[in-house]
Structures are given as structure tokens and as C-alpha cells.
């Protein structure tokens, strides 16, 4: 399986009155034909900005200042905005968490769903815009889609809402979609329906999803394979099984325990990676997460790890992953 | 929707009524009211008469019907300084503030809103910066003086244009207007922009702050995302969400704009409502200002009752509950 | 003082040129106002001072032993101390004014927003009326109902501009009476009065000073209006705006500093506040921060 989209080395900076916020820095990966990669990690960790970057999406002060994103064989950091805008709605597409906010208010979603198509399409003829925007409401779930054109969005409840940006985002057969936080505005109950939607859709339109979210819950169901961020860089990255049930890197194992589960003890507290992820100005010298790390030791504190291999396609940024111990919870010597 | 409507004109009625009451209870207790309504030099039969005439010796409340009652029949007071009822005088000179108040307004809106939109849209470059310190020098500017150096510069200076007075009228419907003749023209220049220049800055301020909120807004980005051109995205997807709120400030304040007339008819002497207004009061012609103050009163809240139900209207939000 | 400077509020306001600009504006002209008559070469208001032989003199006339920097006027004023006397009525008129309504509006906004119910709507009824009619109409209606003169701008301005406050202080009222603290002071049994002005209001009082910053401005550009009309100060002691208005009748005659002079006065006065108000609303803008 060949891969669609190879980033590699990415830094994207914010250059701030108050110093160089360094929101992406150092980031590799690379998502094959249909199979959905999750990028997890706490807010601010860079995962969103990651997102944007790839479709060159980044408003000044942000700047991409070095890396390659390669998106079917061409590198699309020195494309131009022109270029850009045939890729994105159109090859590349993107979901945002709000549906709400995503959608103008003041424009019926079949005036924003035909504009999708009909940007990219300008030969189309208006009746075949239409039919294809029903067939994709349809695809949806959206009953009564020929009358649902002409509502706006403030008509529908979240969950169509959703599946109304989602529609957007699929309406090109686009090759990858980015996810940003798809289901977290969503009702915990819908949030399966939409997740499940989307999984459905992609593998029949044969389109590959980075999914970007906070909850390991989701992207253990979503994802094949998953990348841990942590302070702009990835941390840990392999196939889903591996990272939940064979968790590498400290902070991935934190995140990990703090799934609240069914199955402990009642009374139990919930877990909590103790600390907080530094700001992003302001990073410590060495590994970002030493501060807050149970195995800890001198390096950490000094020098940035490199991405190890562990196993099968699974890699970790960590100069201490061999001492952790089997309860995952202490460190050896 | 239909309640909607209802329900405003309801209240507006209810406005006006509580401004006739205003009015009334102003004027009338604030003194002698025959005094107001009688020639300077009648006599004190003459006035007596009057009082009796214009049932002033009946109780207040008795009074103040029979003002509404004269009111709805169109008899507000007479003009002993003109000779002629005083609603007769300001119907007679509505319609040159009211182009006036037009042609201003058109200059604030087809100068505001691009201006607005360019100054939002780059706000970091030079032109952009340019066009807020013009508009920070259009509101700092009080109007009459704009008109007064607008006088210096192109009238009494450079001799361009005339300074005062209304120039050839056409009639169109029985009603003259001046826009139609070259010379008519010329003359409103000058006191339009004068009229129009506050207004123009304020737009352009309001416009470009409002589209700069819009610009940030989340659906703008997903708009980009979709791969819609910039100019698009500015023209069609931005500017429909600050219209709303734009054509609302337009119309509330072409209001303003009605009221601000007073004064730049006064330096141009433009023969418009405003300036038999301000002579008025000079002139103590009280029954004048009293009929200008209940018409405008009534335009104020039919602007205002066109604008609310504007804006119902164009919200989807708001129109499709 | 040296804690004001270090307040994160007060940096971020000295961080825009323009708004340091505004407020050297402001500082130098109620300076110069205050000082007026050490500055001025001659005092206007006093008429033994006045000579009519130096009526309409172009600026830089000597005559008297005064150098008439910015010309004569009709009746032989200096226009430069005119100005600096001028500009001492229009602060205080915009000032005092300003202070008025914003204590009447901010006293009913309060009263509006804590009793809620009945009081609150026909408070917000009044405003509401009151807001369709533009300010220069209403200022007008009181002038041609209670007569002209220095006490009635100040009455006027003070009437069109309480609305303003009231509004703002009403929807702050509202938010903060179903907070916490509120109640623990009921509880305790404070009285209803104790609890608007000590408890509630400090937290509303923000919004108030950026727009009484913006309404002086506001005002003064009024009181210059109406004076221009001839409806405010007697002739003896002319404000800027009647400054102007004397110097429109001799436009064509060619005197044209005295016109031009006291507006640009106005102008500097007016563009500085709006300057400072300007940087002020942007600091305390919430949705302008990304």
C-alpha cells in the first residue's frame, strides 16, 4: 500500500509579539491509501495545527518554515494559494468540531453544499449540482434531502449539522479527509452515529481520514493507526493495538489510564497525568514532558530524544521507554 | 411574521403617543400656552379670546385631546410669523431635505462600504491605515464646521461652487426637485458632503470593524477550506453577515442624517425643514417647532418601524423560527 | 502611582502610538484651557481690554503691545486667547455633562437591572424612545421649550446622553445579580442599595469609562453645534462653536481665521479623545482577542 500523504519534517511557527511559539516542530508521518490515522493528544499539543498545515491553511503570524507535505508523489509547500485552493474541498478536504460555527448562518446549507461542488466543478450544469448534492444528503442519512436544501443551518440539530459538513467534505471524492475534533460538540450518543458515518463513507469512497482528537476513546474505535502529540511533536506512533495495549511512551500510557473505564473499581479515582503541558513559548530545554514523566533521569532534562523504533511500524520518542515496568505504572532502576 | 408586524405597529404607536404626551406636556406647562400660540402683540382681549377660542380655559387632560384630535387632522398650530399653519410650511420644504438627506446618504453608503470592506480586509497595509485616519478625522469633525471650510475652500477660494441656496428645481409629481439640473446639482454638492461626511466615517468604521469580527469567524475558514476563492469569500460570504447590521445602522441613521440637516441647512441656507426650525426658534414661532418636532416624531418612528421590520425580515435566523 | 504603570490594562494602552498621541492631544489642550490666563496674551472676556479698531486683523497683526497670532476677530478678540477661553467652556461643559448623565444613567441602569420586573421596563422603554430620536432633535426640543444659555446645553447634553450608560449598566446588572456573591450578601441581610452600589457596581463600572471617554467627545462636538446655532452662550463669552459661527458671516469678506482656527481647536480635542476612547475599547474588547 502506497501512501498517500508523506509529511515529513514539519515545523509550523507562530511569530508572536511574545516570542516563537513552535506549534508543529518536527513532525513526520504518513497515511496510506484508506485507512484512517488518529492523532491524539492534549489541547495545544499541535495536533489541530498539523491539520491546517497540511492544506496550507495557516494564517500569518503562522508560517510553515520547513518540511515537506507530499500529497500523491508532489510536495505541496511551495504551491501557491491558486494551486491550493483546487486541492482543498476537492482532493484534500477538512471537517471542523463545530458544526454549528462551520456553517454560515445567513446561507442555506444547498447554497453551501452546491458551492462546494460547483467551485470545483465550474462544467457542471446547475441540475446535475443539485442531483448530486441530494445523493450526498442522502448518503448522510438526511431524510427528505430535495427539502432540506433549502433550510439553513440553524434549522438543523447537531448531529445533521454534522453530517451536513460532512457531506461538504465528501462531495469531491476527495483522497483524504482531515477531522478536527469531528464528535467532541456532538451529544455523547450521536457521537458514535457520526463516527461510525464517517468510517462507512471513507472506505466506500475509498478515502483515508486523519482523525485528530483529545479522546483515546475515539480513536481506539476509529483509528488503524495512531500517532501520540505532545508540545508540537509526535511522540509515539504505530498501529492502534499496539499503542493501547502496548503503550511505549509515558505520556501515552497517562492518556491510556485515563480512559474512565466500566470495568474498575467503584470509587475509584479517575487517573490524571499530574502537571500541565508547558506553554508552548516557553518550552524546558530537553523532552517537553520530563516535567510531568514517572521515569524521568538526567537526560531528559538536557537532551531532546530522537524516534526509536519498538516494534512493527511503532516508534517512540523517549530515552527511557526500555526501563518502564510491566504494570506500566513505575520505573525500573 | 405576521404578529411580528403587528406587534411593532403597535408599539410605535404607543412611541408616538408617549411623544405627543411629551411634547404636549412640555410645551403647555412650561409657561403661559397662549402665550406660545398668540401674535407677540395681541392685546389682552385679543388673548382671552384666544384662550377661549382655543379651549385653553378647559381642564389639561381635555386639552390635551383636543391637541390630538387637531393633530390627526393635520392642524398643528399656526405660523403668525409666516402667515400660513405650520404643517403647511414644513410640508412645503420637506422635500428639499429630504434630497438632501438622500443624496448624503447615498454618498455614505456607496463611499462607506468599500471603503469599510478595504480597510478591513488588509488592515496592516498603508492604504488601509490611510482610511482609518480619515475616518477618525471624519468623526472628529463637527458638521457645521466641515460645511464652513467646505464654504472657504470651494465656494469663497476657488469659486467652484455655490455656496447657498438650492438652485433649479424640476418638478416631478408636483413636488420639486433639484437633483435633475445641472445647476441643481451643483448646488447640492457642496452641502451633501458636508451632510455625508460624518455619517461616511462612522460607516466606514462600523463596516470595517464588523467585517473584521466576521472575517474570524470559523464558517469563513471552512469556506477557505473548501477551496473558495478569496474575493468570494470577502464579497459573497462576509459581507452578506454584516449586511444586516449594516443596512440597520443605515437606516437608523438616516435619522441622524435627517436631524444633522438642521445644521448644514443653517450654513448653506438650504430652504428645508431644518432650517425653518432653527429660524423658529430664533424667532420664537413656537407653533412651528412644535409641528416640526410631532412630524419628525412620526418619521423617526416609521424609520425605525421599517428598519426593525428590515432586519426581521433579512435574518434567517430570526425570520424562520 | 508607580502600580498604575505596571498594570497590564495601562501598558497595553501606552503600547499604541496612537493612543499616546491622543492623549499628549488632550493633556496639552485642558492644560493650555486651565492656564488660559497665563497663556493668553489678553483676556476676551474682559471688555475693557478690547479695542474695535483691531477688528477682522489677519493673524500675526501687532497692535496694543499684543502679537495677535491667530488674528482678530469681529470685535477685536485675539482668536488665539479667544480659543484658549472657548476651550474652556467646551471642556467644561462636555465634562460636567458627561458626569451627569453618566451617574443618572448608571444610578437607573443599576436600579433597571436589580429590580428587573416593572421598573426595569419602563426604564428600558423611556431609553428606547428615547434612542430612536438622534441626540442634536432632542437637545433642540429642550432648548426651544426651556430657552437658551449655558445651563440649558448642559442640561440638554445631559439628557441625550444618560440612555448610553443606563443600557450597558443594565445588561452588567442583570449578569451580575445571579452571581454568587450577590446572594451571600442577601443572605447575610444587606440592604438592597448596599449591595447596587458597593457590590455591583465597581464590576459594571468598566464599559461606563469607555464610553464616557467617547461621550465627552460626544458632547463637546454638541455644545459646539448648538452654539453655532446661536441657541447656547452670550456673545460676550464666545465658545468655539460661536467663534465659528461669527466667522461664517465673513467668510466672503475674506477673514477666514476665524472660522478656520477654533475648528481645528475642536477638531485636536475632539480627535484626541476619540483616540484614547478608540485604544480603550480595544483593550477591553473581549471579541477582537483571537
Known amino acids: 500500500m502506497s501512501a498517500i500523504l508523506e509529511v515529513k519534517n514539519l515545523k509550523t511557527y507562530f511569530f508572536t509579539k511574545k516570542g ?5 516542530d518536527g513532525v513526520s508521518f504518513q497515511v496510506f491509501k484508506k485507512e484512517v490515522l488518529g492523532i491524539v493528544g492534549e489541547s495545544g499539543a499541535g495536533k489541530s495545527i498539523t491539520g491546517f498545515s497540511i492544506l496550507k491553511a495557516i494564517d500569518p503570524p503562522g508560517k510553515i518554515v520547513e518540511g515537506k507535505i507530499v500529497f500523491k508523489g508532489e510536495d505541496l509547500v511551495p504551491k501557491s494559494e491558486d494551486e491550493m485552493q483546487k486541492i482543498r474541498g476537492n482532493k484534500i478536504s477538512m471537517v471542523f468540531q463545530d458544526p454549528l460555527t462551520s456553517l454560515n448562518p445567513v446561507f442555506t446549507i444547498g447554497y453551501q453544499l452546491e458551492e462546494a461542488i460547483k467551485v470545483h466543478n465550474p462544467e457542471m450544469s446547475k441540475e446535475e449540482i443539485r442531483e448530486r448534492a441530494v445523493e450526498l444528503l442522502k448518503s448522510v442519512g438526511i431524510p427528505s434531502p430535495e427539502k432540506r436544501l433549502r433550510d439553513y443551518p440553524h434549522q438543523f440539530s447537531g448531529g445533521m449539522r454534522q453530517r451536513v459538513v460532512i457531506a461538504i467534505a465528501l462531495a469531491n471524492d476527495p483522497d483524504l479527509v482531515i477531522a478536527d475534533e469531528p464528535t467532541t460538540a456532538l451529544d455523547v450518543t450521536i457521537q458514535a452515529q457520526v463516527l461510525n458515518l464517517m468510517k462507512r463513507l471513507s472506505q466506500e469512497r475509498g478515502s483515508s481520514i486523519i482523525l485528530i482528537t483529545h479522546d483515546m476513546g475515539v480513536v481506539a474505535q476509529m483509528a488503524d493507526r495512531i500517532a501520540v502529540m505532545y508540545a508540537g511533536k509526535i511522540v509515539e506512533i504505530g498501529p492502534t493495538e499496539e499503542i493501547i495495549f502496548n503503550p511505549r511512551h509515558p505520556y501515552t500510557i497517562g492518556l491510556i489510564r485515563s480512559i474512565p473505564k466500566l470495568s474498575g473499581k467503584r470509587g475509584e479515582k479517575l487517573y490524571q497525568i499530574p502537571g500541565m503541558m508547558p506553554s508552548l513559548l516557553n518550552l524546558p530545554p530537553g523532552c517537553a514532558f520530563a516535567p510531568r514523566c514517572f521515569c524521568r533521569t538526567e537526560i531528559c532534562e538536557k537532551e531532546v530524544p530522537e524516534l526509536e523504533k519498538v516494534g512493527e511500524n511503532h516508534f517512540v520518542r523517549c530515552f527511557n521507554f526500555r526501563r518502564i515496568a510491566d504494570d506500566k505504572q513505575s520505573c525500573k532502576g | 411574521m405576521l404578529e411580528v408586524i403587528v406587534r411593532r ?35 389682552e382681549v385679543e388673548v382671552a379670546q384666544l384662550r377661549k377660542a382655543l379651549g385653553l380655559d378647559k381642564p389639561l387632560h381635555v386639552q390635551y385631546i383636543q391637541f390630538l384630535k387637531h393633530a390627526l387632522h393635520g392642524n398643528l398650530g399656526y405660523s403668525y410669523v409666516n402667515n400660513a399653519p405650520a404643517v403647511e410650511l414644513i410640508f412645503e420644504r420637506m422635500p428639499a431635505t429630504f434630497e438632501l438627506a438622500m443624496f448624503a446618504t447615498l454618498i455614505a453608503v456607496l463611499l462607506g462600504i468599500p471603503f469599510g470592506i478595504i480597510a ?15 475616518s477618525l478625522f471624519g468623526i472628529s469633525f463637527p458638521t457645521f464646521w466641515v460645511g464652513v471650510m467646505l464654504i472657504l475652500i470651494f465656494a469663497v477660494t476657488l469659486g467652484w461652487l455655490p455656496s447657498s441656496g438650492r438652485g433649479e428645481t424640476v418638478r416631478v409629481f408636483g413636488i420639486p426637485w433639484s437633483f435633475l439640473t445641472i445647476d441643481g446639482i451643483k448646488h447640492l454638492i457642496l452641502p451633501g458632503v458636508t451632510l455625508a461626511f460624518y455619517h461616511l466615517a462612522l460607516l466606514v468604521r462600523l463596516v470595517r470593524a464588523g467585517m473584521m469580527e466576521v472575517l474570524l469567524q470559523d464558517y469563513i475558514k471552512f469556506a477557505k477550506i473548501k477551496g473558495v476563492s478569496r474575493r468570494k469569500i470577502i464579497f459573497v460570504h462576509a459581507l452578506k453577515n454584516i449586511m444586516i447590521p449594516v443596512i440597520t445602522i443605515i437606516g437608523l441613521n438616516f435619522g441622524g442624517i435627517l436631524a444633522f440637516a438642521v445644521v448644514t441647512e443653517t450654513v448653506f441656507a438650504w430652504p428645508g425643514m431644518g432650517k425653518l426650525v432653527i429660524d423658529s426658534i430664533h424667532l420664537l414661532d413656537r407653533p412651528v417647532v412644535v409641528a416640526y418636532l410631532m412630524i419628525v416624531a412620526v418619521i423617526f418612528v416609521i424609520i425605525n418601524l421599517v428598519v426593525d421590520l428590515t432586519y426581521t425580515f433579512l435574518d434567517p435566523r430570526v425570520r424562520l423560527k | 502611582m508607580k502600580r498604575l504603570f505596571k498594570n497590564e490594562t495601562v501598558q497595553e494602552f501606552f503600547e499604541s502610538k496612537e493612543a499616546v498621541f491622543g492623549l499628549i492631544l488632550i493633556i496639552v489642550l ?8 497665563f497663556i493668553a496674551p489678553q483676556n476676551p472676556y474682559d471688555l475693557k481690554q478690547l479695542n474695535l479698531q483691531n477688528a477682522y486683523k489677519p493673524p500675526g497683526y501687532v497692535a496694543d ?10 470685535q477685536g478678540r485675539g482668536v488665539f486667547s479667544t480659543i484658549l477661553y472657548g476651550m474652556r467652556i467646551s471642556l467644561f461643559v462636555g465634562i ?13 441602569g443599576l436600579v433597571a437591572g436589580y429590580f428587573g420586573g416593572k421598573v426595569d421596563t419602563v426604564i428600558m422603554r423611556l431609553a428606547d424612545i428615547q434612542l430612536s430620536f ?5 437637545a433642540l426640543m429642550i432648548m426651544a421649550i426651556w430657552g437658551q444659555g449655558l445651563d440649558k446645553i448642559i442640561i440638554a447634553i445631559t439628557v441625550v446622553g444618560w440612555v448610553y450608560y443606563a443600557r450597558t449598566v443594565r445588561g452588567s446588572t442583570l449578569a451580575e445579580r445571579e452571581k454568587e456573591y450577590v446572594d451571600s450578601a442577601r443572605v447575610i441581610g444587606v440592604g438592597h442599595l448596599r449591595i447596587m452600589f458597593r457590590h455591583i457596581l465597581p464590576n459594571v463600572l468598566a464599559p461606563v469609562i469607555v464610553i464616557g471617554t467617547v461621550r465627552i467627545a460626544n458632547a463637546i462636538i454638541l455644545e459646539a453645534t448648538l452654539s453655532f446655532l446661536g441657541l447656547g452662550v452670550p456673545v460676550t463669552k464666545p465658545s468655539l462653536g460661536s467663534m465659528i459661527a461669527s466667522g461664517y458671516q465673513v467668510l466672503f469678506s475674506g477673514y477666514w481665521w476665524v472660522s478656520v482656527f477654533p475648528g481645528i481647536a475642536l477638531m485636536l480635542i475632539v480627535m484626541g479623545i476619540n483616540l484614547v476612547g478608540d485604544r480603550l475599547r480595544d483593550i477591553l474588547n473581549p471579541k477582537l482577542k483571537k
Open chain 3, 65 to 74: 503691545g499684543i502679537r495677535f497670532w491667530l488674528g482678530t476677530d469681529d
Open chain 1, 20 to 24: 516563537i511559539v513552535k506549534a508543529v
Open chain 3, 134 to 138: 438622534p441626540a442634536l432633535l432632542i
Open chain 2, 120 to 134: 478591513a480586509v488588509n488592515p496592516e497595509k498603508i492604504h488601509s491605515r490611510l482610511i482609518m485616519v480619515g
Open chain 3, 30 to 37: 485642558t492644560l493650555s484651557a486651565i492656564f488660559a490666563n
Open chain 2, 9 to 43: 405597529l403597535w408599539q410605535s404607536i404607543i412611541v408616538l403617543l408617549a411623544v405627543s404626551l411629551l411634547v404636549f406636556v412640555m410645551v403647555y406647562v412650561s409657561g403661559d400656552p397662549v402665550e406660545l400660540l398668540a401674535p407677540p402683540d395681541a392685546t
Open chain 3, 96 to 108: 460636567v455633562s458627561t458626569i451627569f448623565s453618566a451617574i443618572i444613567g448608571t444610578i437607573l
